[in-house]
């Protein structure tokens, strides 16, 4: 059953370096997605990708992230410089069109010490 | 802004008994899911509703959607332990084309006993 990865699974960096998190979102899918979990908390919506491009970002995307699909498979989200408020579980997912569910990657477990 | 509110927040219930949460949302969308989240896992996808009047069913966890009262209700029947997750309903306010967004609730944590 396809689905969507991402690598790494856990992450540990020191406030102000870069990260990138990776997924492959599933093949025939058109939407792409960020979403962050901050521990015991709700899911958050980051950024949305559509098109090569993004369609829409939330108040949390600011200039410090961005994201691209490099190569028609991978999908990607750097935090230029990380606070120790990006601490969090980053969900990507991936949907096919607007009346199917979005799918979601295991998660990748950011800690930034 | 599109505000989604489930209760409760926490359901401590026993084996074989029935529950219900509800999942309020504060604009019009016909589009509603609903998710399953295990500790320190992902969401798992359970039920989509895309209609006024929806209703799903997959083994002892019903859905529906009423989007005139922007009302979604998840219902556990004879709730056994491995039921025991976060559910987490979420809405799509999008509205066509490329705004497909999920608005997430803050989630139910349901723990059955036996």
């Known amino acids: 059953e396809p689905e969507v990865t991402q690598t790494p699974s856990h992450q540990v960096t020191q406030m102000g370096q870069e990260v990138i998190l990776r997924c492959v979102p599933i093949?025939?899918?058109?939407?792409f997605y960020w979403y962050r979990q901050i521990l015991g908390q709700k899911v958050e919506f980051l950024v949305s990708f559509y098109n090569n491009e993004i369609s829409e970002k939330s108040e949390i995307f600011d200039d410090q992230f961005s994201v691209e699909r490099p190569d028609g498979s991978n999908f990607t989200l750097k935090i230029r410089s990380t606070k120790l408020e990006d601490s969090a579980m980053y969900f990507c997912?991936?949907?096919?069109?607007?009346?199917?569910?979005?799918?979601f990657g295991q998660g990748t477990r950011l800690t930034v010490v | 802004e599109l505000k989604v509110e489930q209760n409760p927040l926490f359901l401590s219930m026993q084996e074989g008994k029935n529950y219900t949460i509800y999942c309020n949302y504060s604009t019009t969308s016909d589009r509603l899911y609903w998710y399953r989240q295990d500790p320190g896992k992902s969401l798992e996808s359970l039920f989509v509703l895309l209609s006024n009047g929806a209703v799903k069913q997959e083994g002892r966890l019903m859905a529906s959607l009423d989007t005139k009262a922007r009302l979604s209700t998840l219902h556990i029947t004879a709730a056994v332990h491995d039921l025991s997750a976060t559910y987490f309903c979420?809405?799509?306010?999008?509205?066509?084309?490329?705004?497909?967004?999920?608005?997430f609730g803050k989630g139910t944590l349901l723990t059955v006993n036996p």
């Open positions: 997912a991936s949907k096919r069109d607007g009346n199917t569910e979005a799918f």
């Open positions: 093949s025939n899918h058109l939407y």
């Open positions: 979420a809405v799509d306010r999008g509205s066509g084309g490329s705004n497909y967004k999920l608005t």
